[in-house]
């Protein structure tokens, strides 16, 4: 996984965000959207994250905690796409 090296994205690097969805997920039973807000939330620091998550068979959540994400998200609907096809 990268991350941008700066203050914002060592926050999230510190946090280790992905593992922390990931382990809500599997371990929890969360939702991708349950872990994901989850982590925004309560695991970063106010305004550090904006994610944008997507499963295997296409989900996407996009939960923030700063200003800057707003700008940015949009509603979007992704076609489950498989390299078996």
């Not at 872990?35 to 305004?47: I, L, Q, R, S």
Request: one cysteine or more; glycine letters at 8%.
């Amino acid at each position: 996984m990268r991350s941008p090296a700066n203050s914002k994205g060592q926050a999230i690097i510190r946090a280790i965000v992905a593992w922390d969805v990931v382990a809500l997920m599997e371990y929890k039973g969360f939702s991708l959207e349950e872990a994901a807000a989850y982590v925004a939330e309560e695991c970063v620091p106010k305004g550090n994250v904006g994610l944008v998550t997507v499963s295997a068979i296409g989900e996407v959540t996009m939960p923030f905690n700063t200003m800057g994400m707003e700008d940015g998200y949009s509603d979007i609907k992704i076609r489950p796409y498989s390299v078996h096809n």
